[in-house]
């Protein structure tokens, strides 16, 4: 099995701007606050970055189809 990796919070917007989201969508799909997601992609300096728990991480790629293991669900 394919080891997760801590996104930075560039690589976190770079995968929601490839499908189109906004961060409130993204967000939704995570059943987290955008207060929360926006931690997730602020700057590591800014007071309010928080890293992105992995596993919310690893449902993120699934749900948008970019996970090496699973790809795309029906």
Excluded at 37 to 62: C, F, H, Q, T, Y
């Amino acid at each position: 099995m394919a080891e997760i990796a801590q996104p930075t919070p560039d690589q976190i917007s770079a995968l929601i701007k490839k499908h189109g989201l906004s961060r409130q969508e993204a967000a939704d799909l995570l059943h987290v606050s955008k207060f929360t997601w926006n931690g997730w992609v602020s700057p590591a300096d800014n007071k309010m970055s928080r890293a992105m728990p992995l596993a919310a991480w690893e449902l993120l790629l699934i749900k948008l189809g970019e996970h090496e293991m699973f790809g795309r669900l029906p």
